[in-house]
Structures are given as structure tokens and as C-alpha cells.
């Protein structure tokens, strides 16, 4: 089992950047597939980037596509999510999820470990 604690939202203008960081519990981070998801009021959550345990596979959402980008640390028990360029339309609720497993996820159903959430709103 593992707990996941995100750090790192808040407000910055468009153009922006902000890193954010999932911190995990427990002593097998690696072997562990990772994501971020976001959710914005009145939509769904849905899939921002993914990486599997040894980072070799990673998908991102196309529309963050080179501009974010998806990172983790297995010695820090860490998954990064560094974002750029920042946009109005970024704002949400940014979660981090994991799930055992090789691969790296796209279906928020993929996951059975989730964070609290941490906001980010991109405004001027």
C-alpha cells in the first residue's frame, strides 16, 4: 500500500511555470506505475501524463504535449510534474494516482492509489 501527498499548486500568470510534486509512502515507490490527473469544475478527470516504474514509458495528454513534463525519482519516493506555458485552461485540480504494475496508465479506472489534490489556477 501507498500514500500519496502533492505539493506544489497555486496561482500563476499565463506563461508560467509551476513544478508540482507527489511524495510517496512506503518502500516500494518503484515498482509502482504513476500519473497525474486534473479535474476542472463541472468536467471530468482526466489524464494530464503518465510513466511507468523505470520511467522507460511515458504518455501525456495532447494538450500538454510540449509543455509539461512527467519525472520521478525512485530514490526519493517522488513523481514530478513540471509545467510551462501555463494556461488559462490549465487550471484544475491536479491529482497524483498509482497502481502496481509495468506500464504506464491512461484510465484514471487504472488506479487504485490516489493524493488529496492540489490546486492550480492560472490567472492574470
Known amino acids: 500500500q501507498v500514500q500519496l501527498v502533492e505539493s506544489g499548486g497555486g496561482l500563476v500568470q499565463p506563461g508560467g511555470s509551476l513544478r508540482l510534486s507527489c511524495a510517496a509512502s512506503?518502500?516500494?515507490?518503484?515498482?509502482?506505475?504513476m500519473g497525474w490527473f486534473r479535474q476542472a469544475p463541472g468536467k471530468e478527470r482526466g489524464l494530464v501524463a503518465a510513466i511507468s516504474r523505470s520511467a522507460v514509458s511515458i504518455i501525456y495528454a495532447d494538450s500538454v504535449k510540449g509543455r509539461f513534463t512527467i519525472s520521478r525519482d525512485n530514490a526519493k519516493n517522488t513523481v514530478y510534474l513540471q509545467m510551462n506555458s501555463l494556461k488559462p485552461e490549465d487550471t484544475a485540480v491536479y491529482y497524483c494516482?498509482?497502481?502496481?504494475?509495468?506500464?504506464?496508465?491512461?484510465?484514471?479506472?487504472?488506479?487504485?492509489?490516489w493524493g488529496q489534490g492540489t490546486q492550480v489556477t492560472v490567472s492574470s
Open positions: 512506503g518502500q516500494t515507490f518503484s515498482r509502482y506505475a
Open positions: 494516482a498509482g497502481v502496481l504494475g509495468p506500464g504506464a496508465y491512461r484510465e484514471s479506472g487504472a488506479y487504485n492509489y
